[in-house]
């Protein structure tokens, strides 16, 4: 089945610590976007990518880091210069540019810190 | 910078009926909108795409018009069943800039 996975589901950081959040898609897509959701609150952009080892930064970006060495892959890492990093993060992807194609969203991790 | 605002953030209606979300944005020149239902502690899966030259799309028991003058979009879940119930979200995009509601947490009672 194509789709978007990430892992872990749930996660639990002590404070100081970096922690990394897997996302891997077998959709083809060529665009992986990471958001951030809050109780009460909409999505919010962290971090996104069009293309193989290009990313731009989202409305979010401090605190985190992406890479984006291969197409199906989109790991975000969660360092300790984020103060409140208790959230639930959500990996998503695109055929291409926003504009004509939905989003496929993978399941989610969540992350609290201890 | 575009707002995306959806009322009420909770609704419980009874099995059987016909019921309306409202989402409502601040910048109508969009490029299309989404409507998302999201389970809990799940992803978000798209239930209807409009571009910004469509009036309304619908998908088996739902329907999801856009009003781009009003800044409005409504989605209609005809004949709810328990099943329906999750969390629906609004997202517009601007400019490859895309914005979410919190989202309308529906519960329909058996």
């Known amino acids: 089945d194509g789709g978007i996975t990430q892992s872990p589901k749930y996660l639990f950081r002590k404070e100081g610590q970096n922690v990394t959040l897997s996302c891997e898609q077998n959709l083809n897509h060529d665009a992986m976007y990471w958001y951030r959701q809050d109780p009460g609150q909409g999505l919010r952009l962290i971090y996104y990518s069009q293309i193989v080892n290009d990313f731009q930064k989202g409305d979010i970006a401090e605190g985190y880091s992406v890479s984006r060495e291969k197409k199906e892959s989109f790991p975000l890492t969660v360092t300790s210069a984020q103060k409140n990093p208790t959230a639930f993060y959500l990996c998503?992807?695109?055929?291409?540019?926003?504009?004509?194609?939905?989003?496929?969203f993978g399941a989610g991790s969540r992350l609290t810190v201890l | 910078k575009q707002e995306v605002t959806q009322i009420p953030a909770a609704l419980s209606v009874p099995e059987g009926e016909n019921l309306v979300l409202n989402c409502s944005f601040t910048d109508s020149a969009i490029y299309n909108l989404q409507w998302f239902r999201q389970d809990p502690g799940k992803g978000l899966t798209s239930l209807l795409l409009?571009?910004?030259?469509?009036r309304e799309q619908t998908s088996g028991r739902l329907n999801a018009s856009l009003d781009k003058s009003s800044g409005r979009s409504t989605l209609y879940i005809a004949a709810s069943q328990p099943g329906d119930s999750a969390t629906y979200l609004c997202a517009v995009l601007n400019n490859n800039d895309m914005r979410f509601g919190a989202g309308t947490r529906l519960t329909v009672k058996p």
């Open positions: 409009i571009q910004s030259s469509q």
């Open positions: 998503a992807s695109s055929i291409g540019a926003l504009g004509a194609n939905v989003l496929t």
